[in-house]
Protein backbone atom coordinates (compact mmCIF):
# COMPACT_ATOMS: atom_id res chain seq x y z
CA UNK A 1 0.00 0.00 0.00
CA UNK A 2 1.25 3.60 -1.14
CA UNK A 3 1.24 6.26 1.81
CA UNK A 4 1.73 9.46 1.13
CA UNK A 5 2.32 12.29 3.92
CA UNK A 6 1.96 15.80 3.41
CA UNK A 7 3.91 18.59 5.55
CA UNK A 8 4.31 22.04 5.61
CA UNK A 9 1.16 23.45 5.87
CA UNK A 10 -0.05 26.41 8.51
CA UNK A 11 -0.94 29.91 8.39
CA UNK A 12 0.50 32.73 6.15
CA UNK A 13 -0.45 36.31 5.48
CA UNK A 14 -1.72 37.02 2.13
CA UNK A 15 1.69 37.45 -0.33
CA UNK A 16 3.75 35.07 1.49
CA UNK A 17 5.18 31.62 0.62
CA UNK A 18 5.12 28.30 1.71
CA UNK A 19 6.45 25.16 0.51
CA UNK A 20 4.05 21.92 1.42
CA UNK A 21 5.99 18.80 0.95
CA UNK A 22 4.41 14.96 0.46
CA UNK A 23 6.64 12.42 1.66
CA UNK A 24 6.04 8.68 -0.34
CA UNK A 25 6.69 5.32 1.10
CA UNK A 26 5.43 1.63 0.34
CA UNK A 27 6.33 2.00 -3.40
CA UNK A 28 8.39 2.87 -6.02
CA UNK A 29 8.29 7.18 -5.84
CA UNK A 30 10.15 7.27 -9.32
CA UNK A 31 7.28 5.31 -10.97
CA UNK A 32 4.78 7.66 -9.89
CA UNK A 33 3.40 10.91 -11.98
CA UNK A 34 2.25 12.81 -8.56
CA UNK A 35 0.00 16.16 -8.45
CA UNK A 36 -1.07 18.72 -5.88
CA UNK A 37 -4.85 18.91 -5.43
CA UNK A 38 -6.94 21.01 -2.88
CA UNK A 39 -10.11 21.65 -1.29
CA UNK A 40 -11.27 24.35 0.12
CA UNK A 41 -14.83 24.27 2.31
CA UNK A 42 -17.76 24.11 0.66
CA UNK A 43 -16.04 23.57 -2.57
CA UNK A 44 -14.92 20.25 -5.00
CA UNK A 45 -11.65 19.06 -4.53
CA UNK A 46 -9.44 20.84 -7.57
CA UNK A 47 -6.38 20.18 -9.45
CA UNK A 48 -3.40 22.41 -8.91
CA UNK A 49 -0.59 20.97 -10.45
CA UNK A 50 1.20 17.60 -12.21
CA UNK A 51 4.97 17.10 -12.47
CA UNK A 52 5.80 13.60 -14.51
CA UNK A 53 7.58 10.53 -12.74
CA UNK A 54 10.80 11.98 -14.21
CA UNK A 55 10.45 15.91 -13.34
CA UNK A 56 10.86 16.73 -16.95
CA UNK A 57 7.07 17.86 -17.49
CA UNK A 58 4.78 19.95 -14.92
CA UNK A 59 0.95 21.70 -15.47
CA UNK A 60 -0.85 24.03 -13.43
CA UNK A 61 -4.38 25.14 -12.80
CA UNK A 62 -4.61 28.49 -14.25
CA UNK A 63 -5.16 29.98 -10.78
CA UNK A 64 -1.36 29.40 -9.31
CA UNK A 65 0.31 29.40 -12.53
CA UNK A 66 2.88 31.62 -12.44
CA UNK A 67 2.89 31.48 -8.66
CA UNK A 68 3.17 27.98 -7.24
CA UNK A 69 6.11 25.42 -8.57
CA UNK A 70 5.83 21.99 -8.24
CA UNK A 71 9.14 19.36 -8.13
CA UNK A 72 10.21 16.28 -6.77
CA UNK A 73 13.48 14.78 -5.26
CA UNK A 74 13.00 11.24 -6.43
CA UNK A 75 16.21 10.06 -4.28
CA UNK A 76 14.12 11.08 -0.93
CA UNK A 77 10.94 9.79 -2.36
CA UNK A 78 9.61 13.60 -1.68
CA UNK A 79 7.16 15.69 -3.92
CA UNK A 80 7.49 19.79 -3.07
CA UNK A 81 4.86 22.79 -3.68
CA UNK A 82 6.38 25.71 -3.55
CA UNK A 83 4.12 28.28 -3.44
CA UNK A 84 4.32 32.00 -3.58
CA UNK A 85 2.49 35.21 -3.94
CA UNK A 86 -0.28 33.48 -1.81
CA UNK A 87 -4.00 34.68 -1.64
CA UNK A 88 -6.79 34.55 1.03
CA UNK A 89 -8.37 32.25 -1.93
CA UNK A 90 -5.65 29.26 -2.13
CA UNK A 91 -6.90 28.84 1.72
CA UNK A 92 -7.92 24.95 1.20
CA UNK A 93 -6.67 21.44 2.64
CA UNK A 94 -4.05 20.81 -0.24
CA UNK A 95 -3.35 17.04 -0.84
CA UNK A 96 -0.87 15.39 -2.49
CA UNK A 97 -1.77 12.09 -5.40
CA UNK A 98 0.17 9.65 -7.28
CA UNK A 99 -0.72 7.50 -10.39
CA UNK A 100 0.80 5.04 -12.19
CA UNK A 101 -0.40 6.04 -16.20
CA UNK A 102 -1.35 8.76 -18.22
CA UNK A 103 -4.47 10.59 -17.57
CA UNK A 104 -6.51 14.06 -16.81
CA UNK A 105 -5.97 16.43 -14.53
CA UNK A 106 -9.00 15.04 -12.58
CA UNK A 107 -9.33 13.54 -9.00
CA UNK A 108 -10.29 10.46 -10.41
CA UNK A 109 -7.13 9.62 -11.97
CA UNK A 110 -5.12 9.22 -9.30
CA UNK A 111 -4.89 6.48 -7.38
CA UNK A 112 -2.93 7.05 -4.05
CA UNK A 113 -3.60 9.81 -1.75
CA UNK A 114 -2.41 12.00 1.58
CA UNK A 115 -4.24 12.82 3.85
CA UNK A 116 -3.90 16.60 3.56
CA UNK A 117 -2.60 19.41 5.16
CA UNK A 118 -4.24 23.07 5.72
CA UNK A 119 -3.13 25.88 4.60
CA UNK A 120 -4.59 28.65 5.39
CA UNK A 121 -3.87 32.74 3.47
CA UNK A 122 -5.00 35.88 5.89
CA UNK A 123 -5.72 39.10 4.43
Known amino acids: QVQLVESGGGLVQAGGSLRLSCAAS????????MGWFRQAPGKEREFVAH????????AYADSVKGRFTISRDNAKNTLYLRMNSLKPEDTAVYYC????????????????WGQGTQVTVSS
Open 97 to 112: AGRLYSGRFVVSEYDF
Open 26 to 33: GGTFSSYA
Open 51 to 58: ITWSGSST
